[in-house]
Structures are given as C-alpha cells and as structure tokens.
C-alpha cells in the first residue's frame, strides 16, 4: 500500500492519503501544521492529510485521527 511515514509528537504516523490544497491561503516551514484540518506546509505547496495510521492503530480519515492525538497548528513534523 503506498504511504509515507512521519513523526508526530514523537509517534510515528504513516500518512496513507492527502490531496493538493489549490490556494492554501496560508504558508509556513515544509512540515508545518497549518490549519486544524491537517494542511501541511510542502517545500512547494501544501497538502491536506486525509487518511492517517498511528503505529499500533487501524488507518483512520483525518478527523477520526485529530480526535484520538492532537496535531495543534503550528507542529513541526518530520
């Protein structure tokens, strides 16, 4: 399955799917939490997480996952 793996807080996180924010609005450092819905800041871009894994737990959709461990704008992952 692809995927991409992150650390987050300390916590691997595999991401399993995202999408290409058009006109984010919004920019920062590649890695960045930059809005509540998990839009991350890319060296070119951003893209919104929509499907996340923690280690150990079953594949959930983004607000499944920030309701279980927090991701508060402004994170750095990586």
């Known amino acids: 399955f692809p995927g991409a793996w992150t650390m987050a807080l300390g916590d691997r996180v595999k991401c399993l799917g995202s ?3 058009e006109d ?8 960045q939490v930059l809005s509540p819905d998990l839009k ?7 893209l919104r ?14 607000g499944s996952f920030l309701r279980g461990f927090a991701l508060p704008v402004g994170t750095k992952l990586g």
Do not use: H, M, N, Y
Request: with cysteine; proline share 3%; net charge neutral.
């Open 40 to 46: 991350i800041a890319c060296g070119q871009g951003t």
């Open 24 to 31: 984010a609005g919004t920019w920062g450092p590649a890695g």
């Open 49 to 62: 997480l929509t499907q996340l894994q923690r280690a150990g737990k079953s594949a959930q959709d983004s």
């Open 19 to 21: 999408e290409l924010v």
